[in-house]
């Protein structure tokens, strides 16, 4: 009987709205609905790329805020399997072969025992180019064999493999896709012919594998999985290469930092927000004409400081009734000689040489640059400037 963990079951309705034609087809987190093949509500380039997955879905938010992510370049500090696992997979005469938009797949049976815990085999898929580097070297084709035990957990079998020189090739793949033309076009399904494991069970039960634990390389990134991946490629000819990549073109997610490491795309938002060097990434626009009149009606002084070329910091400060004489160049020709100029707290008062009269305050008037006290006043030269400025948000 199957059965599930409380917090693997709630995982799985979080994610089933988002699972649609993903590594998690034909697994407990997304069953597969007979004679249906869901189109993908993601894909590998533009607004829903990698890069925006997560805002595809709410449930995607992993993609760009989970720590151990996938794929990932395996390293010689990520260690090898301690034990070998025992693989079994009967081989068939024939297989459901999908073409789900977003992969190809095969949809069959099997069984993986690896430290002490049985998973099934539900499916294998195909990606090129290969998502997992191995010491930063890519391989065209990267086979993901996705087992789940009882528990709900999620093993990956991962096989590179590399184009051969002597046309050399692996059976398997060539059975895979012998009835490649009928899956041409996404949602279509059609039967694969007698495939034969042999090869590929031998090589994952007596070579080295890479093991760690990442996440779905699809959204919706769901972490928690382990990946064992093969050390050495396994072979393919170049006529069957080309064949599964004309169907599938792309897809391929980019390469995510060290497991326990901030996600890519946290680092790249982190650094957008002015983090790095745009100087401006942080900075907000300012209506000058607006802070022109909330200072003529403060009665207090403007202090301003260019702490940068592109920075300006500007505070009002109390008066201290001292007005700075403007130079020549900074008086308009046109300007009146009488217009007041407010020095004191807010008593609307004038100074106008050594005398003081009592006026009322000036009424604002609305124009489209903002709110503008009447009259051609020109603040002190220190006090000028153009008609937008940069501050700090």
Known sequence: MFSISPANFLIAVSFLASARATCLHNTYLMRREEGKIPLPTFSYSGSTGPVNWAGLNENNTACATGSTQSPIVLTDAIPFATTQPKWHIENVHEAEFENLGSTLEVILEGNLDFEGTVYNLKQFHMHTPSEHRIRDEYYPLE???????????????????????????????????????????????????????????????????????????????KEGVQFLILEAPLPIDVKTYNAIKKVMKFNSRFTQNTPGEANVIELAQHQAG???????????????????????????????????????????VEDD?????????????????????????????????????????????????????????????????????????
């Open 143 to 221: 086979v993901h064999f996705v087992h789940v035990s009882d528990a709900g957990d999620i093993t990956v079998v991962g096989i590179p493999f590399e184009l051969s020189e002597d046309g050399k090739t692996t059976a398997l793949l060539t059975e895979t896709i012998k009835n490649l033309a009928d899956v041409v076009e996404p949602a279509t399904a059609t039967k694969t012919g007698p495939l034969d494991f042999s090869e590929v069970l031998a090589a994952v039960s007596h070579q080295n594998l890479f093991q760690y634990k990442g996440s779905l390389t699809t959204p919706p990134c």
């Open 274 to 316: 002015g983090a790095g060097n745009n100087e401006t990434a942080d900075a907000t626009i300012v209506n000058v004409d607006e802070l022109m009149a909330a200072f003529l009606s403060s009665g207090k002084k403007m202090k301003y400081q260019t702490v940068t070329k592109t920075e300006t910091t500007v505070e009002l």
């Open 321 to 393: 009734g001292e007005v700075p004489e403007p130079t020549p160049t900074d008086v308009p020709t046109d300007i009146p000689t009488d217009v007041p100029v407010p020095t004191d707290g807010g008593e609307n008062s004038t100074s106008v040489g050594e005398e003081t009269t009592s006026t009322e305050a000036p009424a604002e008037t609305e124009t489209d640059g903002g709110m503008h006290a009447p009259g051609p006043v020109t603040p002190p030269a220190h006090a000028r400037r153009s008609n937008m400025a940069r501050r700090r948000a």
